[in-house]
């Protein structure tokens, strides 16, 4: 592993500070700052950019930041036992780092930048990353506060991010994705990267805002899908009944089959139903 800035190795600062990383707040550990400039740089030129990281933890996704030459970094960190080893990365970068101690799931994201362009980019905690980005996703104002999304999550959460109709991981999720960003997945990283070595593989995945999705409201839409998903194994006309209606009328306005299936409605037919269901046109 090679140094990208002279601060101490990621295993010195963790066992200095008695870093052990706790189950209960989702902590694995990534300790090879090459892996993490990768990261890092999946995001785009980081000259001069201002960044967003959530459970930055001892610092490895932070210093490459840094070290890449983000002007700017602000960290939000949950664990107060990891806030020493953060302002020993401030120290070191002055000026350059503000670290924020709370709730990811609580913070206020729009406000933090105070306007500035900004990107999110995050090793994030497997317990919150799908609340995370949804809430990202479904924000009423839209283009978004973020210029991108770069975060790494468990690879099965990856694959219903990025999934195409059709596919066994098609859901609510990759809905949602694929109707307000661009997304895919940059690479797999395996467990023996992290510390503790997690159960399964994580992949990063690089989201990029449509400047214009196709108009429906969030609410209704995310109303649509969770009727829709929350029996995806029945025909629309069965689970659609979830929106405490009779589904017919929207389903054959939409032009759809009502025999169909969840998995197989394109985002376009998703949203067609949404503006339906509305009190819109299709």
């Not at 008695?18 to 090459?34: P, S, V």
């Not at 109709?165 to 992290?194: E, I, Q």
């Not at 108009?215 to 649509?224: I, T, W």
């Not at 009779?246 to 503006?275: H, S």
Request: aromatic share 6%; with cysteine; charged share 20%.
């Amino acid at each position: 592993m090679s140094a990208i800035d002279p601060l101490p190795p990621l295993r010195e600062v963790i066992a200095r500070h008695g870093l052990m990383a706790k189950k209960a707040l989702g902590q694995n550990f990534l300790l090879d700052l090459n892996l993490t400039s990768r990261i890092a740089r999946a995001s785009g030129p980081l000259e001069g950019a201002t960044v967003v990281e959530v459970g930055p933890g001892p610092g490895g996704l932070t210093r490459a930041l840094l070290a890449g030459g983000a002007g700017r970094v602000i960290a939000i960190e949950r664990d107060a036992r990891c806030l020493p080893a953060l302002a020993e990365i401030a120290a070191a970068y002055p000026g350059r780092l503000e670290v924020i101690e709370g709730d990811a799931l609580r913070v206020d994201f729009a406000a933090l930048t105070g306007g500035a362009p900004a990107r999110i980019v995050a090793n994030l905690p497997y317990n919150v990353g799908t609340n995370l980005l949804t809430g990202w996703l479904t924000g009423e104002a839209w283009p978004p506060w973020y210029q991108s999304l770069t975060l790494m999550f468990q690879k099965e959460v990856a694959q219903r991010i990025v999934a195409a109709p059709g596919s066994d991981a098609y859901g609510r999720l990759g809905v949602l994705a694929g109707w307000r960003t661009s997304a895919k997945m940059v690479f797999d990283v395996a467990p023996s990267a992290f510390v503790p070595p997690p159960k399964i593989t994580s992949t990063v995945v690089h989201l990029v805002p449509r400047a214009e999705p196709l108009p429906c409201s969030v609410k209704m839409l995310e109303r649509v899908t969770l009727a829709a998903f929350g029996q995806r194994r029945k025909m629309i006309r069965q689970s659609l009944k979830g929106l405490g209606r009779d589904p017919m009328p929207l389903i054959e306005a939409a032009g759809l089959d009502p025999t169909e299936r969840a998995e197989n409605l394109t985002i376009e037919d998703f949203c067609r139903l949404a503006r339906l269901a509305e009190g819109g046109e299709a």
